[in-house]
């Protein structure tokens, strides 16, 4: 419980952070400091996160801001990770390809898109740490639609070619 606190008011100062402690970041050169985790050694910043003087050894430039290793430990790590951009799902851009593909006029391609696509979904909606969920949307909508499309087709020229099979067979053209 206490360490979830302590979690959030990291958190809450990483939010907060960029607009109050610009000018706090580097300690001016008059004020001589001891870093917290090497006290023999002369701090040249103080961490953002937690305030601590800290020396060149231990201190960490991330995306500009000064953060002590300890805080970095604790929890900037995973908002690095997810501030970082995510993949693409890789079967959404197949499913996509394959669409595209099957709108040129391949039915395969297209019942493949079908499948990769919702596959994609599948994963992605499992796996948020991945992009591409429209992509895969796309892919799958172009193959669902150019294989019904497809089956409709086949099924009218079926349907055609029995209705002129049984009025031949009805009607058997008289010589
Ligand atoms: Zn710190
Ligand atoms: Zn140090």
Redesign the pocket.
Known sequence: MKKAATHAVIELYWLVGPLVSNQSNRISTEEVMQ????PS?EAVATCTNCGKA??Q??SVDVAGRITCQKCLSLGSQTRFQAQSTKPTNTLAIVSLVLGILGLCGGLPFAIVAWITGHMARKQLLENPNQEGLQLANVGRGLGIAITVLNCVTVACVIVIFLLYMLGYLLEPPSY
């Open positions: 870093c917290y985790y090497h050694i800290i020396c050894t231990c």
